[in-house]
C-alpha cells in the first residue's frame, strides 16, 4: 500500500533506537556535548560521522559501529530531544536545520577533513543539508531510506506551500493527542517501520523517552522542506540506500522511479536498494547494508552522474 510505503519512509511514527552495542575490547568511548547534539567518539581511521533519524537514538548504528570501528573513527550523532536527550527548543519550530549548522560547526571544532557522513530517515535529510550548505566540509554521502522532499510520497506534484495545511493539521492532532493514544500510534507505526519484530520493543521504548514536541516538530519540517533545489550544489559522491518489500503493495520499479526522480539534479549520485526491508534497513538487513557500507568506504567507490 502506498500509505505504508510513505510511513515507512518519512518515519512519521515516534521511531527510535535498536539493540545493545556489541562487547568490544577497544577503550571506553568519548563523548563530545554541545547543545543540539551528543557525539560519541570511537575507533581509529578515517573519519566516518553517522546520524540516526526520527526520535532514533545512536544505538541505531550499534551493529555496523562494531564492524566499522577498528578501521575507522566513528563520530555516533544523537540529536537533541530524541530518545532520552534533553530537547532544546527552537523559536522557528526547527529540528533538522539547526542540527545540520551544529554538525557543521562539530566538523570545523575537530579539524575533520572532507568526513563521510551517513545519516538515515531524517539524518539522511541532515546530510543532504551539510552537502548542500557546507559542501567544503564534508566527503561522501550515504542517504538511507531518505527522500530531499518527504511530502512526495503524498503527492508527487506537491510543493513546500502545498503541502503546509496538511502538516499542519497532523502537527496539531499529534500535540493535542493524550499520551495513551500517542503511545498506541508508536507502536503501531514500529510496526511498519521495521520488519523484524525483535527489534520492536526497543524501538517502541526509546520513541516513547523522545521528547514529543521536538519529534512533531521534526516531522512538519520533513514534511514541508523541499531540498531538491539545493541538490545541484553538492559536490560529493552521493549514494541513496534504500529499502523494498513487496508487502509495500507496488512494484519495486516504481520505488526506483521514486527516488532516482528525487534525486535527479544530483550531480554525482548513484543507488543500492535493499531488498526484504522496511524502513529500518540497517535491522531488518543488518548483513546487506553493512556490505553496502564497507563498499562505499572503500577505495574503489564510485558514483554516476545524473544528466
Known amino acids: 500500500m502506498r500509505a505504508r510505503t510513505m510511513l515507512a519512509a518519512i518515519g512519521i511514527a515516534l521511531s527510535s533506537a535498536s539493540m545493545a552495542s556489541a562487547q568490544s575490547a577497544s577503550p571506553p568511548p568519548a563523548t563530545v556535548e554541545s547543545d543540539r547534539i551528543s557525539v560519541t567518539v570511537e ?98 554521502l550515504l542517504i538511507v531510506d531518505a527522500l530531499p522532499f518527504y511530502s512526495l510520497l503524498i503527492d508527487p506534484a506537491a510543493t513546500s506551500d502545498s503541502v503546509k495545511p496538511q502538516a499542519a493539521v497532523f502537527r496539531n492532532a499529534m500535540l493535542a493527542a493524550p499520551a495513551t493514544q500517542a503511545e498506541a500510534m508508536q507502536s503501531a507505526s514500529i510496526a511498519r517501520l521495521a520488519k523484524t519484530e525483535a527489534v520492536r520493543p526497543a524501538l517502541i521504548a526509546a520513541g516513547i523517552r523522545s521528547d514529543r514536541k521536538t519529534v512533531i516538530d521534526a516531522t512538519y519540517e520533513l514534511m514541508t522542506t523541499d531540498l531538491r533545489p539545493e541538490l545541484g550544489r553538492i559536490t560529493a559522491p ?54 553496502v557500507v564497507i563498499d562505499f568506504l572503500g577505495d574503489g567507490v564510485t558514483a554516476t552522474t545524473n544528466r
Open 43 to 140: 575507533g581509529t581511521g578515517p573519519d566516518v560521522i553517522l546520524i540516526p533519524g526520527l526520535a532514533s537514538s545512536r544505538e541505531v548504528w550499534a551493529g555496523l559501529a562494531a564492524r566499522l570501528r577498528q578501521g575507522h573513527r566513528l563520530h555516533l550523532v544523537q540529536v537533541a530531544g530524541f530518545a532520552g536527550l534533553p530537547a532544546v527548543p527552537d523559536p522557528d519550530g526547527r529540528v533538522a536545520a539547526p542540527t545540520t549548522e551544529a554538525i557543521a560547526n562539530y566538523i570545523r571544532r575537530e579539524r575533520l577533513t572532507a568526513p563521510t557522513i551517513i545519516g538515515h530517515s531524517l539524518g539522511g535529510e541532515v546530510a543532504l543539508m551539510l552537502g548542500a550548505r557546507y559542501p567544503d566540509r564534508v566527503g561522501r
Open 238 to 291: 552521493v549514494e541513496v540506500v534504500y529499502a523494498y518489500d513487496p508487502i509495500y503493495g507496488v512494484p519495486a520499479s516504481n520505488i526506483d522511479a521514486t527516488f532516482r526522480n528525487a534525486y535527479a539534479s544530483t550531480p554525482h549520485v548513484s543507488f543500492k536498494r535493499i531488498d526484504g526491508s522496511f524502513h529500518f534497513v540497517m535491522l531488518d538487513q543488518p548483513e546487506a547494508f553493512a556490505r
